[in-house]
C-alpha cells in the first residue's frame, strides 16, 4: 500500500543525498526503492530494470553486505510477486556466490538459502528443496524468527506437492506460530486432504482478511479457483479466474498469465466447453515451460488431456497423460 507521491518524493531525496554525500547505499537503496515502487504501480518493465540496476550495486561490493541482502530480498520478494522465476534463479545464483566467504548460520546467507529452497521447489528438485529448507531453518533458528518462519512456509508447500500431509500441517503450523501467513497453502493442503469444505472456507477467510497489495492477492485467488471447482461452485471459480487473469494483464507477468490461462481452462473443463479449454490451456502450458515450472507444465497436462478426451481424441490424451506422467515420476 503505496502513498506513490509521498514515496517519489522520499525516493528521489534518498538518491540526492546518496550522490551529495556519496554514499553508494544510499543510491542504490533508492534506485531500489523506485523500482520496487513502480513495480507496484504495474510499470513492470521499468520497475525490473531499475531493480535489476540496484541488485548490480548490490554484488559489486560496493555496498554493506547488510543493504545488499536487504536489495536482494527485495528483488526476490518481486520476482516471487511477478512469479518471474528466471529472474529469481539468476540473482538468486549471483548472490550465493556472493554469499559463499559470510558464515552459514547468519542473516545472509540464511535468507538466499531459503530462497534457493523456493527455487529448487518450482524446479521440482523436491528432496533437495526439502533438504535445503529444513537446513536454513535449524541453522537460523537462533538468528531470526522470521527466515524461518518463511523456510517453515516453503517446507510446508515443498511436503505438500510430494504428498507428505502429515509433515505439511506440521511446517504450516509451525510457519503460523512464529508469525507466518500459512495461506495459500493451508488451504490447499485441506482440498488435497478432501476437505473441500473446510478448503473453502479457510481460502475465503484468508482471501477477507488480506490487506497485502494486488499482486500478493494472485496467489490466493489461483487457490480459490481450484478449491471452488473441486467444491462445484463453478459460478465462484470463475470470478476467481478472471481476477487473476486481470493481474496478470495489469502487470504484464508470463508467471501469472499462466495462472489465469490455467484456472481459465479448467473452468471451462468444469463447464463443458472442452474447445475453449483446450486454448487457454495450451496457452497455460506455453507459460509454464518458459518459467520453467515443470510441475505446473504437468498439472496442466493433466487437463489438456482431459480436454483432448473430451473432444474424441484419444491419440492427445494418451500423449498428454504420457508428458504429465514422466514429469510426475
Known sequence: RWNVTGSAFRIRRMQELGRRFGDPNL???????????????????????????AMLAAVSDGLSPFWTGAIYCGLISACHELVDHRRAVEWTETTRRWCEPLPVASLYPGICRVHWAEILDVRGAWEEAETEALGVCRDMERIDVFVVADGMYALGEIRRRRGDFEGAQEAYERAHAI?????????????????????????????????????????????QCDIALAAGDLDLADRAATEVTRIAEMFSSVGLEAAGARCRGAVALARGDPAAAMTALRTATGHWLQVDAPYEVARTRVLLAQASRALGDEDAAIRECSAARACFE
Do not use: C, H, M, W
Open 27 to 53: 543510491i542504490a537503496l533508492g534506485i531500489y526503492f523506485e523500482g520496487r515502487a513502480l513495480v507496484k504501480q504495474a510499470k513492470v518493465r521499468e520497475g525490473l530494470a531499475l531493480l535489476d540496476e
Open 179 to 223: 508469525g507466518r501467513d500459512p495461506q495459500p497453502g493451508l488451504a490447499l493442503l485441506r482440498l488435497a486432504q478432501g476437505r473441500n469444505e473446510v478448503a473453502s472456507v479457510s481460502i475465503a477467510s484468508a482471501i477477507a482478511g488480506f490487506g497485502g497489495s494486488t499482486l500478493e492477492r494472485a496467489p490466493l485467488l489461483a487457490a
